[in-house]
């Protein structure tokens, strides 16, 4: 399972448009944004999903919110988004590699669930 769909995007071999690389994260558009801005950033090692994180993983998730934070204000929505890390089944986890949703813009992105 180390060579997913995002494996391979961190890795280069499936192109994307990369908004920020450093040696152990990348963040790029979505592919079928739901918002004016909607990035995703993913660790470069797989991580299956945030169920799968241990205690070492700790400072790799808080960086990658830190920077999900200052890609947020640099891409084009700087007065506030939303993160969102689909998890598993229940989650409606589609791409089985940890990532984080960046969505934004001008407008705000609207009410976080329908309630039932
Ligand atoms: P999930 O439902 O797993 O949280 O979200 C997966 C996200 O990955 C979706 O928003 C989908 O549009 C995006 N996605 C799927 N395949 C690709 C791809 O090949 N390139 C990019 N840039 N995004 C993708
Ligand atoms: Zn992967």
Wanted: charged share 20%; with cysteine.
């Amino acid at each position: 399972m180390d060579r997913c769909l995002f494996c391979r995007i961190a890795a280069g071999e499936i192109p994307s448009r990369k908004v920020h690389e450093d040696d152990e994260i990348v963040a790029f558009h979505d592919i079928n944004p739901a918002r004016p801005v909607h990035l995703l950033v993913i660790p470069k090692r797989h991580i299956t999903s945030l169920a799968t994180v241990s205690d070492a993983d700790v400072p790799l998730l808080g960086r990658m919110l830190a920077i999900a934070n200052r890609l947020a204000t640099e891409q084009g929505s700087p007065d506030g988004f939303r993160v969102i890390i689909n998890t598993g089944r229940v989650g409606h986890q589609e791409v089985q590699h940890l990532h984080i949703h960046i969505v934004g813009g001008p407008d705000p992105v609207g009410p976080m669930l329908k309630r039932v």
